[in-house]
């Protein structure tokens, strides 16, 4: 049996893909178990690729919430229309 093939680690996310490079997925680490955990399945390479790349992209899958493309905006957002 063949192994996974991690790609990239970027704490608390790593990127894994499997041996005959068919299946790729993101996997995310989880401090109450200290084990990781398969957070997001991806579509194609491409898309596996696209969140290796882009780490804003790979919060904005995670399913827990995480701010994602915050730069320049703070940590308040405004309501566009006037109380």
């Known amino acids: 049996m063949s192994k996974n093939k991690i790609l990239k680690e970027t704490f608390p996310y790593r990127f ?3 041996p005959n490079h068919e299946r790729g997925w ?3 680490f989880n401090d109450f178990t200290r084990r990781w955990m398969t957070m997001y399945e991806c579509d194609s390479p ?4 696209t969140a ?3 780490i804003n992209y790979t ?3 995670d399913p827990s919430g995480v701010p994602c493309y915050r730069q ?3 940590n308040v957002v405004k ?3 006037k109380n």
């Open 16 to 18: 894994v893909e499997s």
């Open 26 to 28: 993101i996997e995310k």
């Open 46 to 49: 491409l898309q596996l690729l």
């Open 52 to 54: 290796m790349d882009d």
């Open 59 to 61: 919060r904005w899958l």
């Open 72 to 74: 320049g905006r703070g």
């Open 79 to 81: 309501s566009p229309y």
